[in-house]
C-alpha cells in the first residue's frame, strides 16, 4: 500500500484552491462537479502524493481520511480482517475503482482504493 492523497472537506472551494496554489505551490489535477452533492478538485505537489479537497453539503470541514492505493483490494480487505483492522465500509464500487473504508486505533479513516 502507498499513500495516495489526503482528504480535506473545505467550506468553500475556490478559497481552498487559492490557498493551495498561491500559498501551498500545489496544481489542480482534476476537477469533478457532484451537483447537489458537492464539488471535489484534486491537487498536485511534488511528489506522487495529492491532496483532495471536497465541498459538500453533508461533512464538517477538516480533515476527512487519508487515502491508499492497493492492487487487490479483496485480499487487502481479508488479510486487514485477519490482523483485526476495524472495516467501517466494505468494498464499494466507484466512479475510478474499487473503495473500502477502514479505522485507526484513534477512529482516523483510511480510505482504500483499487484503480481500474
Known sequence: M??????????DMDESIKFYREVMGFEIDSQYDLGKAGKITLLKGEGETMVEIIQN????????????????LETTIKELKAKGA???MEPFPITVGILAFIEDPNGARIALIQHY
Do not use: H, N, Q, R
Open 2 to 11: 502507498k499513500v495516495k492523497y489526503a482528504t480535506i472537506i473545505v467550506k
Open 86 to 88: 476495524k472495516v467501517t
Open 57 to 72: 453539503p453533508v461533512d464538517e470541514p477538516g480533515l476527512f481520511s487519508i487515502g491508499m492505493d492497493v492492487e487487490d
